[in-house]
């Protein structure tokens, strides 16, 4: 059996997933690593707590077959830029360097629809940044997710979604083609699709929302 390796276990798709394995039989340890120690009491789980102003310390435990990252911020929740920065880009890629380093087989970044690195909205810059790095790493397997807008609940309020899901709800009975990445897509196919892909042997790096919610769907 395998061992999970999360980090964003209390974010909106981190919770889910860590919830879900938790359920399924597919990994006999899950880590993961917080800031705060969550009520868990379960044999399979290590809760690491851990500042991630100071991986390093943490190298050693960040060992086993599959890394989840699924840390992610507003520019709301984090106005400061080097900070944002910090944890929008320099974490996930130092995360990536020390699992890589310490030879674990498959990573799964949680990016965004249309992250490029050279997009002019500083979100979608920073996730298309570290798409390109994580690429360069060489990961046995890299699978790069990128949902469009989330349907679930969030812990926080969010007024650019309160605005935009209806529109985008409308637009789904529109979206056919290239357009059909831009559906909007819920948070549990999202997991099912990550879990589904770890289980897989394709050499695919980047699932758009669409492809996401066909993998959901296969079993």
Same mark, same amino acid.
Do not use: H, W
């Given at each position: 059996?395998?061992? $999970? ?20 039989? %597919? /990994? ?5 690593? %917080?800031?705060?120690? #969550?009520?868990?009491?379960? #044999?399979? %789980? ?6 991630? =102003? ?13 890394? /989840? ?5 507003? +520019? +709301? ?6 900070? /944002?920065? &910090? ?29 490029? #690195? ?6 979608? =810059?920073?996730?298309? @940044? ?15 997710? &990128? ?6 609940? &969030? =812990?926080?309020? &969010? ?6 899901? #209806? ?18 897509? =819920?948070?549990e196919?999202v ?21 996401l919610? $066909?993998?959901? @769907?296969?079993?």
């Amino acid at each position: 059996m395998k061992t $999970a390796i999360i980090f964003g276990s209390s974010g909106l798709i981190g919770n889910e997933l860590f919830k879900t394995i938790l359920l399924k039989n %597919v /990994y006999s340890k899950i880590k993961i690593f %917080v800031r705060t120690i #969550p009520e868990v009491n379960n #044999p399979k %789980v290590e809760i690491i707590k851990t500042d991630f =102003k100071n991986l390093e310390k943490y190298k050693d435990k960040i060992k086993g077959d599959d890394c /989840y990252f699924c840390i992610g911020t507003t +520019k +709301k929740d984090t106005p400061d830029k080097s900070e /944002y920065r &910090r944890i929008e880009y320099n974490l996930p890629v130092n995360i990536a360097i020390i699992a890589k380093e310490n030879s674990v087989n498959s990573f799964f970044y949680v990016s965004s629809i249309g992250a490029n #690195p050279k997009a002019s909205s500083g979100y979608l =810059k920073n996730k298309g @940044q570290v798409e390109e790095e994580l690429k360069n790493l060489n990961f046995s397997k890299l699978a790069i997710i &990128r949902p469009s807008l989330l349907i679930g609940n &969030r =812990k926080s309020f &969010r007024l650019g979604e309160v605005i935009f899901t #209806p529109v985008m709800n409308t637009l789904t009975l529109f979206a056919f083609g290239s357009l059909k990445k831009y559906k909007p897509i =819920k948070i549990e196919n999202v997991v099912k699709a990550m879990l589904n892909i770890s289980l897989n042997t394709s050499n695919k790096m980047v699932y758009e929302s669409n492809e996401l919610e $066909a993998i959901a @769907q296969s079993n």
